[in-house]
Antibody, heavy 122, light 113 residues
Framework: QVQLVQSGSELKKPGASMRVSCKAS????????MNWVRQAPGQGPEWMGRISTNTGNPTYAQGFTGRFVFSLDTSVSTAYLQISSLKAEDTAVYYCARDGGGGWDHRWFDPWGQGTLVTVSS | DIVMTQSPDSLAVSLGERATINCASSQSVLYRSNNKTYVAWYKQKSGQPPKLLIY???TRESGVPDRFSGSGSGTYFTLTISSLQAEDVAVYYC?????????FGGGTKVEIK
């Protein structure tokens, strides 16, 4: 079955960097784009951006430029989210979520990874 | 950016009764060239990732019970749970994928009365 499995929870100090991985299985990785979504405590989801798994081209939403980097390792069907210069306000659950369909406009999210809790605290 | 506004913030419904969640977009998310409405609905239970229920405003995802239905077009949308079950307690979100940045509503918490 189609599945996205993310790396485990992280506790980081302000100023540190971290990387979240999202390993896909059950489908052709390069056929569907991958999105990253942040959900702060008690808040709704917020789209961070998307990476084309075909070309590797990333698109970042406003507010997620500079310190946030999306990347791929297509040889192991894995997407990555790297965050540098971590701040307390980066504390959130981060999800990867696949494009729902293979069409250019099939940009609903399905499935989602299980989420990675990132806590930034001194 | 397209703002998605959900109402109510929360509602309590008796088991077996109907629950209706509304969502309004700040501009039309109907693409006239294909007559499709670029709205999805998700269900998020506590401690879990969101789960897709509906896309294209009214197409039910495979495996989703038929008590869930989506309707609406243009700028106003509705998710209806026709007969609330205990397992439907969750927060529900609408989502527009018409234009970037993709945006979500603030969520509606559904509880049992």
């Amino acid at each position: 079955q189609v599945q996205l499995v993310q790396s485990g929870s992280e506790l980081k100090k302000p100023g540190a960097s971290m990387r979240v991985s999202c390993k896909a299985s059950g489908y052709t990785f390069s056929s569907y784009g991958m999105n990253w979504v942040r959900q702060a405590p008690g808040q709704g989801p917020e789209w961070m951006g998307r990476i084309s798994t075909n070309t590797g081209n990333p698109t970042y939403a406003q507010g997620f430029t500079g310190r946030f980097v999306f990347s791929l390792d297509t040889s192991v069907s894995t997407a990555y989210l790297q965050i540098s210069s971590l701040k307390a306000e980066d504390t959130a659950v981060y999800y990867c979520a696949r494009d729902g369909g293979g069409g250019w406009d099939h940009r609903w999210f399905d499935p989602w990874g299980q989420g990675t809790l990132v806590t930034v605290s001194s | 950016d397209i703002v998605m506004t959900q109402s109510p913030d929360s509602l309590a419904v008796s088991l077996g009764e109907r629950a209706t969640i509304n969502c309004a977009s700040s501009q039309s998310v109907l693409y006239r060239s294909n007559n499709k409405t670029y709205v999805a609905w998700y269900k998020q239970k506590s401690g879990q990732p969101p789960k897709l229920l509906i896309y294209w405003a009214s197409t039910r995802e495979s495996g989703v019970p038929d008590r869930f239905s989506g309707s609406g077009s243009g700028t106003y949308f509705t998710l209806t749970i026709s007969s609330l079950q205990a397992e439907d307690v969750a927060v529900y979100y609408c989502h527009q994928y018409y234009s970037s940045p993709l945006t979500f509503g603030g969520g509606t918490k559904v509880e049992i009365k």
